[in-house]
């Protein structure tokens, strides 16, 4: 039996996917109304303006997140990095998608403020679980020591981000698995 998604919810699906092909400032609640063959007031039911949207969605990309991280936590360090690796090798191979949090960050000067906010909070949240990835491998001595967890949370997280935008504009996937193997070399040191 499969359950019958509301508008709200095939709205958030339609300017997730929106969101991914053509960034955040790329679409309109008029091409949100159109893709789901509705009016554009009846989205105002729903949210309030296209920002509500844009809040809505990077919440929805935090309650995702947690329940990945939390699906990746009885595999070891290198398991969970290759695994954040893999997500965005996956995004890479379906027509050329971004994550949409990376999405978001490319276009973060030009975001309403309310959004800034939401999303720096987001990146707080994947750099304390990146954190702790690190220092689980630094306490297992798999992962090298002589840097902070910190700097190597923010290198792989800038690497993981970048290496989609690599496979992109090459139209080469593959460049992220290239990347990967590289995060885990300078991680093991």
Same mark, same amino acid.
């Given at each position: 039996?499969?359950?019958?998604?509301?508008?709200?919810?095939?709205?958030?699906?339609?300017?997730?996917?929106?969101?991914?092909?053509?960034?955040?400032?790329?679409?309109?609640?008029?091409?949100?109304?159109?893709?789901?063959?509705?009016? #554009?007031?009846? !989205?105002?039911?729903?949210? /309030? $303006?296209?920002?509500?949207?844009?809040?809505?969605? %990077?919440?929805?990309?935090?309650?995702?997140?947690?329940?990945?991280?939390?699906?990746?936590?009885?595999?070891?360090?290198?398991?969970?990095?290759?695994?954040?690796?893999?997500?965005?090798?996956?995004?890479?191979?379906?027509?050329?998608?971004?994550?949409?949090?990376?999405?978001?960050?490319?276009?973060?000067?030009?975001?309403?403020?309310?959004? #800034?906010?939401? !999303?720096?909070?987001?990146? /707080? $949240?994947?750099?304390?679980?990146?954190?702790?990835? %690190?220092?689980?491998?630094?306490?297992?001595?798999?992962?090298?020591?002589?840097?902070?967890?910190?700097?190597?949370?923010?290198?792989?997280?800038?690497?993981?981000?970048?290496?989609?935008?690599?496979?992109?504009?090459?139209?080469?996937?593959?460049?992220?698995?290239?990347?990967?193997?590289?995060?885990?070399?300078?991680?093991?040191?």
């Amino acid at each position: 039996m499969s359950v019958e998604l509301g508008t709200k919810q095939k709205a958030l699906r339609e300017a997730n996917s929106l969101l991914q092909k053509f960034g955040y400032n790329g679409f309109s609640f008029q091409h949100v109304a159109d893709s789901l063959g509705i009016k #554009k007031p009846s !989205l105002y039911a729903h949210f /309030e $303006s296209k920002e509500d949207l844009g809040l809505d969605l %990077i919440e929805s990309y935090k309650q995702w997140l947690g329940q990945w991280s939390e699906s990746m936590s009885e595999l070891d360090p290198e398991q969970r990095i290759s695994a954040y690796f893999d997500m965005f090798y996956k995004f890479s191979q379906k027509g050329a998608l971004y994550c949409p949090i990376a999405s978001l960050n490319a276009e973060a000067f030009t975001l309403p403020s309310s959004m #800034k906010k939401k !999303l720096k909070l987001l990146y /707080e $949240s994947q750099l304390n679980w990146m954190k702790k990835i %690190i220092a689980d491998g630094q306490e297992q001595t798999t992962f090298r020591s002589d840097l902070s967890s910190e700097e190597m949370a923010e290198f792989i997280l800038s690497l993981g981000m970048g290496s989609q935008f690599l496979g992109r504009i090459s139209n080469e996937a593959d460049k992220v698995k290239m990347l990967k193997r590289h995060a885990i070399l300078f991680l093991k040191g």
